[in-house]
């Protein structure tokens, strides 16, 4: 037997029944809001149970409603396979919230804010989306 209950109301108005995944730093809810340890799991927002993890230990700021990246060793949030795009994906999009308020690493492979690559980790010839910001050591940013 199946009881359709109607319009489904999603925890984010961002979401709907064909999105994948949404991630929130900031939701105690859902694992975060708190400074956390390396491994640490949030949640997504959605009904699909997807999972992130941190490669390295995180501060949360309150301040800004997100979690701190040192921006070294491969500090990262990775991803399920399941709430990562496919190579077979036609339509996809992609949104992330990201607050850089100091220069990194001049060199650009450190810079990199985002990364979602077919096979390796950081792997720009499999690289399915890559965003590198811009900066120099004095943390100054075209306009």
């Known amino acids: 037997m199946v009881n359709d209950t109607g ?11 064909g999105t994948r995944s949404v991630f929130d730093m ?3 809810a859902m694992g975060g809001g708190k400074d956390l340890a390396a ?3 949030i949640h997504d927002l959605t009904y699909n149970d997807h999972t992130g993890a941190f490669s390295l230990a995180k501060t949360y700021s309150a301040a800004n409603k997100g979690m701190v990246f040192a ?3 491969n500090d990262g949030f990775d991803l399920d396979a399941a709430s990562c795009m496919k ?6 999009m992609f949104m992330a919230w990201v607050k850089v308020t100091k220069a990194g ?3 650009t492979f450190n810079n990199q804010l985002l990364h979602f690559s077919t096979t390796e980790t950081n792997g720009y010839a499999n690289a399915l989306l890559s965003v590198v ?4 050591a004095t943390d100054n940013r075209p306009k």
Not at 7 to 17: A, P
Not at 87 to 92: E, N, R
Not at 133 to 136: A, N, S, V
């Open 7 to 17: 319009k489904k109301f999603y925890r984010d108005k961002s979401i709907n029944n």
């Open 26 to 28: 900031a939701v105690d």
């Open 39 to 41: 491994g640490a799991i």
């Open 71 to 73: 921006g070294v060793k």
């Open 87 to 92: 190579v077979s994906d036609t339509h996809w």
């Open 105 to 107: 690493s001049l060199s």
């Open 133 to 136: 910001p811009t900066t120099d």
